[in-house]
């Protein structure tokens, strides 16, 4: 799609594209024709520190670890010292379970199990024993496909499992809270928060959801 606005189109900027990865790999192309993008999409992985395409590429939601940074700190002061990490095996999600781990064990906490999960995993009945058999405070979750997250949650309820769980965003879009509500109840979640201001951002705010809800 950006290959097209920018080679047959002729934008001369582009703003929007939510899917990371995508954006990412359009981002590219937006460089090399000194096409302006600013998007919504959170940097991915490798994203923060590639200065190749920072001239014309702009998010305006923070880098990706930032969130797993900010679950660490509230864990040691509101969860507890022992942690269980739980994280799919997709680069988005490793790179939040990298930081979290880093920056719980920085701030004194200690990790007693640490375990990857596939992203069309459905089965966990053997992972829940375990993380049962822990004791540990609480559990952390890194996630980028919501649906084998929520299976382990309701999994682990089905268990009679207790565990405190902290997550990243994943886990608390509209549609999938919507979806699960039941089985999130008590899952504490890190998202970033936009507090619009003034005039002209609540204006800009408004004009790009109609032109999202359009598309949709």
């Not at 900010?70 to 739980?86: C, D, N």
């Not at 899952?187 to 809800?213: D, H, M, N």
């Amino acid at each position: 799609a950006a290959q097209k606005l920018i080679t047959i189109d002729k934008v001369y900027y582009i703003l929007g594209g939510v899917c990371p990865q995508e954006v990412s790999d359009g981002e590219r192309v937006a460089q090399n024709a000194q096409v302006v993008w600013i998007s919504p999409a959170t940097p991915t992985v490798g994203e923060t520190y590639s200065e190749e395409i920072v001239d014309y590429t702009f998010h305006t939601s923070p880098a990706l670890t930032l969130a797993a940074t900010v679950a660490a700190r509230h864990a040691i002061s509101a969860l507890g010292k022992t942690a269980v990490v739980i994280s799919e095996n997709t680069e988005q999600a490793q790179a939040l379970r990298n930081e979290f781990s880093k920056s719980f064990i920085e701030s004194g906490g200690k990790i007693v199990f640490d375990e990857t999960y596939a992203h069309d995993a459905t089965n966990f009945k053997t992972l829940g024993t375990k993380i049962k058999s822990t004791k540990a405070d609480f559990m952390y979750i890194a996630v980028y496909t919501p649906q084998p997250a929520v299976a382990l949650i309701k999994q682990l309820r089905d268990q009679k499992t207790s565990i405190k769980i902290l997550t990243n965003e994943t886990l608390f879009t509209e549609d999938v809270v919507v979806q699960n509500k039941q089985i999130l109840e008590g899952v504490v979640g890190v998202r970033e928060y936009t507090e619009l201001v003034s005039l002209e951002a609540k204006t800009f705010a408004e004009k790009y959801q109609k032109i999202q809800e359009a598309f949709t």
